[in-house]
């Protein structure tokens, strides 16, 4: 089934100057970028936006990391979008991420891991219309 998930390529990878880097890898896993702007995050954006994780320990490193620098958020396209994005992102701690994705090739720890994705559909649709109105989705 056609989906779409929503993308975030993260400080590290907009400081190190690897986003288009990224955006071949998604690309060459056949999804489509049909919507992306590069913005700098408040850290009140990212506290509603990881507001699943409030409790955890690592929280206000990763509010204080999201707000580092520009993010680039995009929304991507294509069959099984959310899945096919989680497995070609790889596994959240990089030292354990299959060859091949995003995440080993990329990620410089768990923390600074390079990219976001959506976790479910419920999660793509909430995340997707966080950062883009329908006009400026372009399929
Ligand atoms: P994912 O991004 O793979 O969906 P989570 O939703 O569990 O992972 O966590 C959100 C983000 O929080 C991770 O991508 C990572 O940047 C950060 N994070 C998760 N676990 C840790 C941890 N143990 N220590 C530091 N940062 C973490
Ligand atoms: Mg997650």
């Known amino acids: ?10 400080p590290d990878a907009t400081t190190r100057n690897i986003t288009g880097k990224v955006n071949t ?27 699943e994780h409030k409790d955890k320990a690592f929280f206000t490193s990763l ?6 620098a520009p993010v680039v958020v995009q929304v991507l396209e294509g069959e099984d979008a959310v899945t096919r994005y989680r497995k070609i992102m790889g ?10 994705t995003i995440r080993k090739t990329y990620a410089l720890s768990i923390d600074k891991n390079t990219v976001h994705g959506s976790d479910s559909q419920e999660s793509a649709k909430r995340e997707v219309s966080f950062f883009f109105s329908e006009t400026e989705i372009c399929e």
Do not use: H
Request: without cysteine.
């Open 1 to 10: 089934m056609m989906g779409r998930t929503l993308s975030i390529i993260k």
């Open 63 to 68: 509010i204080d990391f999201m707000t580092s």
């Open 25 to 51: 890898m998604i690309e060459d896993a056949g999804l489509k970028i049909i919507a992306q702007k590069l913005i700098r995050l408040t850290p009140s954006q990212a506290e509603e936006f990881y507001s």
């Open 91 to 100: 596994a959240t701690n990089p030292a354990v991420a299959e060859e091949g």
